[in-house]
């Protein structure tokens, strides 16, 4: 009789009930929510979601009756996922619309705190490559007293959010470090509010982060590593890393890693996995569902590794292939918006 090993299954989403709480009150109340003036609107929306959400907040663009409704973490990585799976649940509401990540502004932007302000166009940045990701350095335009020292970089980072938006600053933006203050003198950086062409070209052309699905075959490239254990041992490693999904990165509907973990532990069982990772990249690629990223050979354990745009289906899709095979095949899914796991092998 054929063994397999159980595979998981994807339990209902213990946030659709919060989700459902949250829209069904909103939806209830929308009629004297409209009747309130802005701020005020901004505090009932976000009293109605904090029961469900508290890691949340709700912030309102736009005058009733016809208004936006933001949903942000407030740059929190860890609760991205939240924000996106509140804003798909999202009803139609007469309108009103609802985004997911305070978006870009324009140039201009301020802000005053226990009397100091600071503009974006005071705001002095330079860039590099790093990982995958922007690295930033951060200078000033003008003098920053030293007691305000510690407000200016805190501000610099909230504009850096409203200009380059709330996603794009957490995701692609890498190390931030700040010119010390006897060189700012000569720091010759772009303001802040010249910055985004600048950024946006780095990130597509630079990086080539381009987020157009590759097509064709795709480059791949073999590296070795090790990795030390808890007994201080050094494992060996072999990564094949799919350079081709370098343009993926960053795209907010290929934010969940799905790891696909087999035993090899002979010349067949490894041309099984193999077989097993082709046919799961295909169907996944048929629709721009997901993409191969990297495959990790470990301890004659061979893990496969996707970035998946439906969890849910792609789990489904790697189950039907185990099903026909004798594959001992172990699922994990993480949320990895950053594709961490894959950047940790680009130089």
Same mark, same amino acid.
């Given at each position: ?11 209902? &989403? ?15 109340? =929308? ?13 009932? =929306? ?16 736009? &005058? $009733?009756?016809?208004?936006? =409704? ?11 996922? &939240? ?5 798909? $649940? ?10 997911? #990540? ?70 692609k933006v890498g190390p931030v470090d700040y010119v ?6 000569? #720091? ?27 097509? %064709? ?32 990165? %960053? ?8 790891s696909a973990a087999v035993p090899v532990e002979s %010349? ?31 301890? %004659? ?18 189950q039907s292939i185990q099903e026909n095979s004798e ?21």
């Amino acid at each position: 009789m054929k063994e397999t090993q159980a595979m998981p299954t994807i339990d209902t &989403d213990p946030r659709s009930v919060a989700c459902a709480s949250f829209w069904q009150a909103v939806s209830s109340q =929308l009629e004297s929510l409209r009747a309130l003036p802005g701020r005020e609107l901004m505090e009932a =929306l976000n009293g109605l979601l904090e029961p469900s959400f508290p890691k949340l907040a709700v912030e309102v663009a736009g &005058d $009733s009756p016809a208004f936006t =409704l933001v949903v942000t973490a407030h740059g929190s990585v860890e609760d991205f996922d &939240d924000v996106m799976v509140l804003v798909q $649940s999202a009803p139609a509401l007469p309108q009103v619309s609802v985004e997911a #990540f305070r978006q870009r502004m324009g140039k201009g932007f301020s802000i005053r705190m226990d009397d100091f302000e600071l503009s974006s166009a005071d705001v002095l940045v330079k860039h590099e490559r790093y990982k995958g990701l922007v690295a930033l350095e951060i200078g000033f335009a003008k003098p920053i007293p030293m007691d305000m020292q510690d407000h200016a970089r805190h501000m610099s980072l909230i504009m850096l959010d409203h200009i380059l938006g709330e996603y794009d600053t957490a995701i692609k933006v890498g190390p931030v470090d700040y010119v010390e203050t006897a060189e700012q003198a000569s #720091f010759d950086g772009v303001p802040l509010d010249d910055f985004v062409p600048l950024f946006d070209i780095c990130w597509r052309e630079e990086l080539g982060h381009t987020g157009l699905f590759p097509v %064709g075959e795709h480059a791949w490239s073999a590296l070795s590593a090790t990795r030390d254990t808890e007994e201080g041992d050094e494992i060996e490693l072999v990564v094949m890393r799919n350079d081709s999904a370098a343009a993926l990165v %960053g795209r907010a509907d290929l934010c969940h890693r799905l790891s696909a973990a087999v035993p090899v532990e002979s %010349g067949e069982e490894l041309e099984e996995a193999r077989v097993f990772g082709d046919q799961l990249t295909a169907l996944l690629q048929t629709h721009e569902d997901g993409c191969c990223t990297h495959v990790v050979l470990e301890n %004659g354990v061979r893990t496969i590794n996707f970035h998946v745009a439906h969890p849910e289906a792609a789990i489904v899709h790697a189950q039907s292939i185990q099903e026909n095979s004798e594959l001992p095949v172990t699922l994990d899914l993480a949320f990895d918006p950053t594709w961490n796991s894959y950047r940790t092998w680009v130089s």
